[in-house]
């Protein structure tokens, strides 16, 4: 461990200009490539023909490898192990590899794999909420049980595609048909505002921070208010949830506190279940947030989300922390630099990272 008030200035060694941040040209990759120039490091997209420009097209951005599809990212593996490369993943990256490519993988890899499994499965990722006493939604094995609103979530649903709001039981047999062949989860539908709240812990000093908060601009569940109910009547309007963009959100100060504990209450819990690294670096706690202030925990995300992309220049809760622009990008990357600083680097990578 290194003294907490040693990272709060930002270390002018030079440390990060031996090695290269790298990860696929998507989700929130801007971010965390400008954040690991800001930090000295050296940066790597790696992107498909259609994004390739665009990458091209930023300074900070130092070289680019082109690949025809994401899927493709396994072939340049063996390229990418004989260099001094630290992969950064974020959402998409997780999507486009499976679960044995990661597992597979040598190269450096910022974050720690294990937790992969525990949020990769629904079942698994609600037994690490419910240790960490998080509450969490209902959820239903049948149509027959459901007894309340549900939201019908389908298995591998991207930014909330294909969800579905059913009322009760009976508009649930009456829409099934619709889900034949697809795997979903019956969970109870919480009505209250959703809150995004987006995390840092440091494997190196212990401590948490509260990076930022989003919310989702989700068409068209965020535009039925517009119109009066009476008027909807006979529409057959039905709310959908894909996901267009996100909005900054600062919480109310008094329900600050519990957000805190929520993500204290995450990594322990983590610890427990892959010890004893557990989850470390960026996450995101997916709540939603009811009239009595409860907080319903719908998800978690063990990484970066692009969620952050609002404050690639700080929020106001990284400003509190850093009198400095500090977006969660950077902040992975300040992580790394402090890691090498104090010739700590394993502590902030996968266990199946080989250095060079
Ligand atoms: P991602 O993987 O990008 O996080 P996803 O496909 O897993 O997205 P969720 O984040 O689970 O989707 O949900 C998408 C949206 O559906 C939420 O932002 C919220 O508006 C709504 N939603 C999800 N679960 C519930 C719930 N239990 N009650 C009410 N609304 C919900």
């Not at 649930?172 to 109870?188: D, H, M, S, T, V």
């Not at 809150?195 to 601009?217: P, V």
């Not at 996901?243 to 100060?253: D, I, K, M, S």
């Not at 957000?259 to 204290?264: L, P, S």
Request: glycine share 6%; aromatic share 10%.
């Amino acid at each position: 461990m290194i003294a907490p008030e040693l990272l709060l200035t930002p270390p002018q060694a030079k440390t990060g200009d031996f090695y290269t941040i790298a990860t696929l040209g998507s989700h929130s990759a801007l971010q965390i490539l400008k954040g690991a120039r800001d930090e000295g490091f050296r940066t790597l997209a790696i992107a498909n023909r259609e994004a390739e420009r665009l990458y091209r097209s930023y300074a900070f951005v130092d070289e680019v490898i082109a690949i025809d599809q994401y899927s493709d990212f396994m072939s340049l593996v063996p390229e990418l192990e004989t260099r001094k490369v630290i992969i950064v993943p974020h959402g998409s990256f997780v999507a486009y590899l499976s679960l044995e490519d990661h597992k597979q993988m040598r190269i450096p890899y910022f974050g720690n794999k294990a937790v992969l499994d525990w949020e990769s499965s629904r079942e698994l990722q609600r037994q690490w909420l419910t240790r960490a006493g998080l509450r969490i939604p209902r959820q239903f094995r049948t149509g027959a049980e459901i007894d309340r609103p549900v939201i019908v979530k389908l298995y591998g649903a991207q930014g909330g595609k294909g969800y579905m709001f059913v009322r009760d039981a009976h508009d649930f047999e009456q829409r099934a048909g619709k889900l034949a062949r697809q795997n979903y989860i019956l969970q109870e539908y919480i009505i209250g505002v959703p809150a995004y709240i987006h995390y840092f812990y440091s494997s190196l000093t212990g401590k948490l921070e509260i990076m930022s908060m989003d919310r989702r601009y989700e068409t068209n569940v965020d535009s039925l208010g517009r119109i009066p109910a009476a008027a909807q009547e006979g529409m057959d309007v039905e709310p959908s949830y894909v996901v267009v963009g996100n909005a900054p959100l600062v919480l109310r100060e008094s329900m600050l506190a519990h957000a805190y504990r929520m993500g204290e209450d995450v990594v322990r819990a983590s610890q427990e279940l892959c010890p004893p690294k557990g989850l470390f670096g960026a996450f995101c706690i997916e709540t939603i947030i009811t009239p009595d202030t409860q907080f319903y925990v719908m998800e978690i995300s063990a990484r970066i989300v692009a969620g952050t992309n609002p404050f690639i220049d700080g929020s106001p809760y990284s400003y509190l922390n850093y009198s400095e622009p500090m977006s969660t990008g950077r902040r992975i990357a300040r992580e790394i630099k402090n890691a090498l600083l104090s010739n700590n680097l394993p502590a902030v990578l996968d266990d199946s990272s080989r250095l060079r």
